[in-house]
């Protein structure tokens, strides 16, 4: 089993999408993130953990699931990175292979060293291109190899039936 752990703020830092987001509207740079992570989640069939700063968001730790990604705001006076590290002990094992996903070097010399693999912001930013492409490209096969009617009509009796459909004579 691949788990992917994303420093949040560290990814909406580093992407430029995210970043103009953020300086409108950290909220939405956030939930674009959890969006973007759940499309990875689902292309790659990967466990997703975002974890979160808590001094951006004060109070007590929290977690949640939003689009099926695991969503961790830490603990007051914890940041992500010593969150990160505690999650790649917790989760390690033979049968897991951790990849953490930030562009803080001394975080992923740490993470590194526990055996996870790490992937820098603009790497995870490359394969999320990738994968959108990928969807992009499936979802226009689909359109074209999905048939309009399941009978076949001529142009003339299907500007018909539209007509009836909305109710127009």
């Given at each position: 089993?691949?788990i992917?752990?994303?420093?949040?703020?560290?990814?909406i830092?580093?992407?430029?999408?995210?970043?103009?987001?953020?300086?409108?509207k950290?909220?939405?740079?956030?939930?674009?993130l959890?969006e973007?992570?759940?499309?990875?989640?689902?292309?790659?069939?990967w466990?997703?953990?975002?974890?979160?700063d808590?001094h951006?968001?004060?109070?007590i730790?929290k977690?949640?699931?939003?689009f099926d990604?695991?969503?961790?705001?830490?603990?007051?006076?914890e940041?992500?990175?010593?969150?990160?590290?505690?999650?790649?002990?917790?989760?390690?094992?033979?049968?897991?292979?951790?990849?953490?996903?930030?562009s803080?070097?001394?975080e992923?010399r740490v993470?590194?060293a526990?055996?996870?693999?790490?992937?820098s912001a603009?790497?995870?930013?490359?394969e999320?291109?990738?994968?959108e492409?990928?969807?992009?490209?499936?979802?226009?096969?689909?359109?074209?190899?999905?048939?309009?009617?399941?009978?076949p009509?001529?142009?003339?009796?299907?500007?018909i039936?539209?007509?009836w459909?909305r109710?127009m004579?």
């Open positions: 089993m691949d992917l752990l994303v420093d949040g703020y560290n990814i830092g580093a992407w430029m999408e995210l970043r103009k987001l953020r300086d409108e950290l909220l939405d740079a956030r939930d674009r959890i973007l992570m759940a499309e990875y989640k689902a292309y790659t069939g466990r997703v953990i975002v974890v979160f808590a951006l968001v004060p109070g730790e977690k949640n699931r939003t990604v695991e969503v961790v705001f830490t603990r007051e006076n940041t992500a990175d010593e969150r990160i590290e505690k999650l790649t002990i917790e989760l390690s094992n033979r049968l897991v292979q951790l990849h953490v996903a930030t803080d070097f001394t992923q993470i590194f526990q055996g996870a693999l790490r992937k603009r790497e995870l930013e490359i999320m291109e990738d994968i492409t990928r969807i992009s490209k499936k979802v226009q096969e689909i359109k074209v190899s999905k048939p309009i009617s399941k009978i009509l001529t142009p003339e009796i299907a500007e039936f539209e007509k459909r109710g004579k």
